[in-house]
């Protein structure tokens, strides 16, 4: 059987202004994106903003994100590894590791 694993992560992301092809509508805490971290392969996080009610296309923010168990995430993510936060197949903002915590793995 391949390892489900999840991360707690707390990250500071960036959203694309929309003239730049990024959201025309800010995000919210329980927002999922699906993320990437330096591969093809797309994985369902849960992002809880940290200092604010909403997070403008264009802004900054400091947010927690709970990935969703996978079975073929890395299980080496760590502080300043980067990520791409994506729509299908569209990139609307990127992302830097501040904290990862692994929560479970079988």
Not at 30 to 47: C, D, V
Not at 82 to 104: P, R
């Amino acid at each position: 059987m391949l390892s489900r694993i999840t991360y707690n992560i707390k990250a500071k992301i960036s959203l694309l202004p929309t003239d730049l092809g990024g959201r025309q509508n800010p995000v919210a805490t329980g927002y999922r994106p699906a993320l990437a971290f330096n591969t093809a392969q797309h994985f369902s996080g849960e992002i809880e903003l940290l200092d604010q009610k909403q997070l403008n296309p264009g802004d900054s923010g400091t947010v927690f994100i709970r990935l969703i168990p996978a079975k073929h995430i890395r299980k080496n993510l760590k502080s300043n590894d980067a990520f791409t936060l994506n729509e299908g197949s569209k990139a609307i903002g990127s992302g830097i590791i501040v904290s990862a915590e692994i929560v479970s793995s079988e």
